[in-house]
Every structure is written in structure tokens, then in C-alpha cells.
């Protein structure tokens, strides 16, 4: 069973940053893809952002491009979702999954294991 915590969360003043962190709790997971999602009050889960295991190619949403960046550590079985220039749409609970590849995918079905989820709370 493959264990995924996320923390970093908080309450933020629109324009400063956060680091969110994923921690898989099993080293194997170093072979999948990791993807952060989010979900605001009211609205569907959306994709935000993702990473491949070897961490080479990444993608993310059209929302969030050009401020926030996704990276990993393979040795510390952890991914980070740097947020820069938050917004007050930027709200929501953050998720990080395990992908069933080693790619990432925009779309939650592909994902294995989930996180419970960490607040991010984006005032102006």
C-alpha cells in the first residue's frame, strides 16, 4: 500500500508563495508519474500540475503556467509544487496522486493514490 501525504498549506495574503510537499511513503512510487490537483468549494477536481519519475518533462495547467513549478527528489520519495504570485483563485484543496504510469496525466482517473488533501487559502 502506497501512503501520500501532503503538507505546506496555508492561509496567504494574494501575491506571496507557498511550497506545498508530497511524500510517498514507498520507495517504488519513485517509478510513477506524480500529478497535484485541486478542488475549490463547488467545483469539479481539476489537474494543476504534473511530473514524470525521472522528473524531465512536466506540465501544468493554463491557470497557474509561469507561477507555479512542479519538481521531485527521487532520494526523499517527495514532490514540491512551488506557488508563486498566488491568487485568490488559487483556493482550493490541494491533492497529490501516484499516476498508474511512470508519465503524468491531466485526467484524476489515471491516478492510483491520493492524498487527503491540503487547505490553501488565498486572500486579497
Known amino acids: 500500500q502506497v501512503q501520500v501525504e501532503e503538507s505546506g498549506g496555508g492561509s496567504v495574503q494574494a501575491g506571496t508563495s507557498l511550497r506545498l510537499s508530497c511524500t510517498v511513503s514507498?520507495?517504488?512510487?519513485?517509478?510513477?508519474?506524480i500529478g497535484w490537483f485541486r478542488q475549490a468549494p463547488g467545483k469539479e477536481r481539476e489537474f494543476v500540475a504534473g511530473i514524470d519519475w525521472r522528473g524531465g518533462n512536466t506540465g501544468s495547467a493554463d491557470s497557474v503556467k509561469g507561477r507555479f513549478t512542479i519538481s521531485r527528489d527521487n532520494a526523499r520519495n517527495t514532490v514540491y509544487l512551488q506557488m508563486n504570485s498566488l491568487k485568490p483563485e488559487d483556493t482550493a484543496v490541494y491533492y497529490c496522486?501516484?499516476?498508474?504510469?511512470?508519465?503524468?496525466?491531466?485526467?484524476?482517473?489515471?491516478?492510483?493514490?491520493w492524498g487527503q488533501g491540503t487547505q490553501v487559502t488565498v486572500s486579497s
Open positions: 496522486a501516484v499516476s498508474l504510469r511512470n508519465t503524468y496525466s491531466t485526467l484524476s482517473s489515471q491516478y492510483r493514490y
Open positions: 514507498r520507495r517504488t512510487a519513485s517509478n510513477n508519474g
